[in-house]
């Protein structure tokens, strides 16, 4: 292979550079997701000091940074991770089921995959959505999908955004939050391969931690919708 065949731009190019960008990516939303759900938890802690923390994020770095300025910029990395991640896991998907269909019945027997990864790619789609509906729920408060969105009052709408419509907006969340739990699973043992972190004298630890971030995560998140569906937090 020559040196041009190595080059950044064309590693992007081949399977293992686009799992190398779907490694890196899922990297950074985990990250991010670790962080979100540490601030959501904070809901527990009452009204006042959940509202804080909701402020606190559009203040972030002040005053060398402006209002929301930081806030926007893990906005525009999320967004610039999830393009490539999504392009990358589809069409490693694709490309991955044409060359199953150009072999035998036996060798594609062997193939068969387990349950997380069958749902990766239907999953993947899910939690887009999941994305859009929260965006639209808890973010920008659109009428119709949030009942009594208040600009300044994250606690109000946490409460309102998950009470109302017979709590059918809590059970969106934790049927998504299922859908990312299989996701993070496998995507976390696919990271620890691809990223060569994986050998067989560390292969329980590597699996252990993958189980950690699925189970941990979502479990994480779910509580905020389970302690409001049953007037912990009210």
Known sequence: ?????????????????????MALS?????????M?????????????????????????????????NLLWVARIVLILSFVPHVWAGLVLYFR????????????????????ATLTMVFGGIAIGLFIIYHLLHFTFGVTGIHPDFRAHDAYHNVIIGFTSYAYIPAIIYLVGLVAVGFHLYHGAWSMWQTLGLNN???????????????????????????????????
């Open 1 to 21: 292979m020559s040196v041009r065949d190595l080059s950044i731009v064309a590693l992007p190019q081949t399977t293992v550079g686009k799992k190398v960008i």
């Open 26 to 34: 899922g990297a950074i939303w985990i990250g991010y997701l670790l």
């Open 36 to 68: 979100h759900m540490y601030g959501n938890l904070k809901i527990f802690t009452g009204p006042e000091h959940f509202n804080e923390y909701a402020a606190g994020l559009r203040t972030l770095g002040a005053p060398i940074f402006g209002y929301a």
């Open 96 to 115: 991955k089921r044409k060359s199953r269909g150009t072999t035998n019945y036996v060798q594609r027997k062997s193939l068969r995959a387990g349950p």
């Open 200 to 234: 067989k004298a560390y292969t329980g630890l590597w699996r252990g931690l993958a189980w950690l971030l699925a189970l941990g995560i979502p479990l994480g998140f779910a509580l905020i919708p389970i302690a409001v569906i049953f007037g912990i937090v009210s």
